[in-house]
């Protein structure tokens, strides 16, 4: 059974860094590509990075470009998104997602989902 597990989110200060974990269980990672995408109170899910599973291809929504890194490491099963330089609109639940086809910051286009883990930028 496919199982996603968030972790490592929390409250932080303006400018301040968090790294979010995203656990696999019951597959391999190795042959999913991995997406983070976060859902603020009142908007839409939005995708903010992904991975791919093949040659490690990323790719970031424009409004986390450079602040927010997201990586994997196959040994632990385990995908991460390094976020620095957290601003108030970072605010929001943060998913990990799975899927075996590269698709991008589509999250319709996912077929696994974590329970999400809460991200607060605020002062």
């Known amino acids: 059974q496919v199982h996603l597990v968030e972790s490592g989110g929390g409250w932080v200060q303006p400018g301040s860094s968090l790294r979010l974990s995203c656990d696999a269980s019951?597959?391999?990672?190795?042959?999913?590509?991995i997406g983070w995408f976060r859902q603020a109170p009142g908007k839409e899910r939005e995708g903010v990075a992904c991975?791919?599973?093949?040659?490690?291809?990323?790719y970031y929504a424009d409004s986390v470009k450079g602040r927010l890194t997201i990586s994997r490491d196959n040994a632990k099963n385990t995908v991460y998104l390094q976020m620095n330089s957290l601003k108030p609109e970072d605010t929001a639940v943060y998913y990990c997602?799975?899927?075996?086809?590269?698709?991008?910051?589509?999250?319709?286009?996912?077929?696994?989902w974590g329970q999400g883990t809460q991200v607060t930028v605020s002062s």
């Open positions: 997602a799975a899927d075996l086809v590269y698709s991008g910051l589509y999250p319709e286009m996912y077929d696994y």
């Open positions: 019951g597959f391999t990672l190795d042959y999913y590509a």
């Open positions: 991975i791919s599973s093949s040659d490690g291809r990323t």
